[in-house]
């Protein structure tokens, strides 16, 4: 007979993240499909929306990843952004408001996206470690234990 058998026992820990190359692979495929299909759909003289599009990649890709793959992501994505999504195409410009304000768009979306993660994940872990049950409460005043 099978019996099953948790492996596990106690409260579960909180999910780890996953690699950060693996989420700057994710970040540059993203990226180059997002800012391709914004090109097909919108062109390239509406920046803005390629932001918002790469600004939310940033976010979901922060969901998974840890606080040190924040400034790689975000560096990642503007350029493509810069490269691809801005005339002319295929070539890195500077520009120094456009771009710093840009690069700050998708860091604070990507730190945003992991801290978002690890407070959700902690008050997961918050509430399974919690909910093990109440305490037992003393029926009698003679059953409470004396105040040292």
Wanted: proline share 10%; with cysteine; charged share 10%.
């Amino acid at each position: 007979m099978i019996e099953w058998v948790a492996f596990r026992s106690g409260a579960r820990p909180v999910p780890r993240p996953v690699a950060t190359p693996l989420v700057w692979a994710t970040a540059c495929g993203g990226a180059l499909t997002l800012v391709a299909v914004h090109n097909i759909l919108v062109g390239t003289d509406r920046p803005g929306l390629a932001l918002a599009a790469l600004s939310l990649l940033a976010a979901l890709l922060g969901l998974c990843a840890r606080f040190s793959a924040a400034p790689g992501t975000a560096v990642l994505c503007w350029l493509f952004l810069n490269g691809f999504a801005v005339p002319p195409a295929g070539t890195l410009t500077w520009a120094v408001h456009r771009d710093a304000f840009w690069l700050a768009c998708l860091c604070a979306a990507t730190l945003l996206g992991t801290g978002l993660a690890r407070l959700l994940h902690a008050r997961a872990a918050y509430r399974r470690v919690t909910t093990a049950g109440p305490a037992p409460t003393p029926s009698s005043p003679d059953d409470r234990p004396p105040f040292p």
